[in-house]
């Protein structure tokens, strides 16, 4: 089994910063996508960031230029810097992880944290 734990939410006041980070352990052969989706109330989750395992990064239209994803795949951890954090930001934030765990190591399964709640006040 893996278990992903975030850390980093809290409260801030909009124009702020936080920094969400997300470790990995368990049964873990290697590490494919990892990546930060976002649930705010009443809405569906959304995809935040996404790196790959050689660091390719992509992000949501809503957040490019404030937020940057990184990855320390000797730790097998993901963090999210996010600056000029705005209310529509707040949400609970989660990380999701596709891990190759074997005994097959062509499959990776997808793990998810439990989630750390990121509120931005106006």
């Known amino acids: 089994q893996v278990q992903l734990v975030e850390s980093g939410g809290g409260l801030v006041q909009a124009g702020g910063s936080l920094r969400l980070s997300c470790a990995a352990s368990?049964?873990?052969?290697?590490?494919?996508?990892m990546a930060w989706y976002r649930q705010a109330p009443g809405k569906q989750r959304e995809l935040v960031a996404v790196?790959?395992?050689?660091?390719?990064?992509t992000y949501a239209y809503s957040v490019k230029g404030r937020f940057t994803i990184s990855r320390d795949n000797f730790k097998n951890t993901v963090s999210l810097q996010m600056n000029n954090l705005k209310p529509e930001d707040t949400a609970v934030y989660y990380c999701?992880?596709?891990?190759?765990?074997?005994?097959?190591?062509?499959?990776?399964?997808?793990?998810w944290g439990q989630g750390t709640q990121v509120t931005v006040s106006s």
């Open positions: 368990g049964s873990i052969f290697s590490i494919n996508a």
């Open positions: 999701n992880a596709a891990v190759v765990d074997g005994p097959d190591i062509f499959i990776a399964h997808d793990y």
């Open positions: 790196i790959t395992s050689g660091g390719v990064t």
